[in-house]
C-alpha cells in the first residue's frame, strides 16, 4: 500500500492538460453486476466470471479548457510530486446533484485510498456548491468499481438496459446516488 506523503491534489489548469489522461489505466473485468429492485429498494447480486479480462476506455479528448476555472464543473488531479496518478471530474447536474463524469486511479495506486480521497475531493467541492449529493454511472461488468462505489457509500438507484444498445458487452448501465 502507497503512502500519500507527496500527494498532492491539484484543479486542472493549462499546465497540467497535457497530464490528465495519465491515470487512465487498464482495469480488470471480474464478473458483472445482476439488480433487482424490490420493494422500492435495488439490490444486486454479482456474478463472478471463470475467466478474468483487462479492459481499458479510451482517452478522454474534452476541450480541457473547459473545465478551467468554472463553478460549474471541475477536474481535480492526484500528484505524487510531478507524476499525475489520478483523476476525478465533476459537473453540476441539472438534478442540483454534482455528476462525476469520470474517475480514474493509476494501478500502481488502487487500494492505496486515493480513490476514497478523490471522492472525498468531489464531496467537499459539491458541498461548496450547495448540491445535494454525488451520482455517477457505471457499466454493470465494472464490479471492482461498483464495489467501490458501494463501499464509499453510494446506493444503487438506477438501472438503464438501452444506454449501451451500441456496446455488446455491456448488458447494462448503473446508477449510483451518495445523497449528502
Known amino acids: 500500500m502507497r503512502g500519500f506523503l507527496d500527494i498532492s491534489i491539484q ?3 493549462e499546465d497540467s492538460i ?4 495519465e491515470a487512465n489505466d487498464s482495469f480488470p ?4 453486476i445482476i439488480p433487482s429492485y424490490r420493494d422500492g429498494v435495488w439490490m444486486y447480486e454479482v456474478q463472478l ?4 479480462y483487462e ?5 478522454d479528448s474534452l476541450d480541457w479548457s473547459e473545465y478551467i476555472n468554472r463553478e460549474d464543473k471541475q477536474v481535480f488531479l492526484a500528484f505524487d510530486e510531478t507524476t499525475c ?12 446533484f454534482a455528476y462525476i463524469e469520470n474517475i480514474a486511479v493509476q494501478k500502481a495506486y488502487r487500494n492505496s485510498g486515493l480513490g476514497h480521497l478523490l471522492i472525498g475531493v468531489a464531496e467537499t467541492w459539491a458541498k461548496e456548491q450547495s448540491l445535494l449529493g454525488l451520482s455517477l454511472e457505471a457499466q454493470n461488468d465494472n464490479v471492482i468499481a461498483c464495489r467501490f ?3 464509499e457509500g453510494f446506493a444503487l438507484a438506477g438501472v438503464d438496459t438501452l444506454k ?3 456496446n455488446p458487452n455491456i448488458d447494462m448501465t448503473l446508477y449510483w446516488y451518495k445523497i449528502f
Open 18 to 21: 497535457s497530464v490528465v489522461n
Open 149 to 151: 462505489y458501494a463501499k
Open 49 to 52: 466470471y471463470e475467466k478474468v
Open 11 to 13: 484543479t486542472l489548469n
Open 29 to 32: 473485468i471480474i464478473g458483472k
Open 85 to 96: 496518478i489520478g483523476q476525478i471530474r465533476v459537473a453540476r447536474d441539472w438534478n442540483r
Open 55 to 59: 479492459t481499458r476506455f479510451p482517452d
Open 164 to 166: 449501451q444498445t451500441g
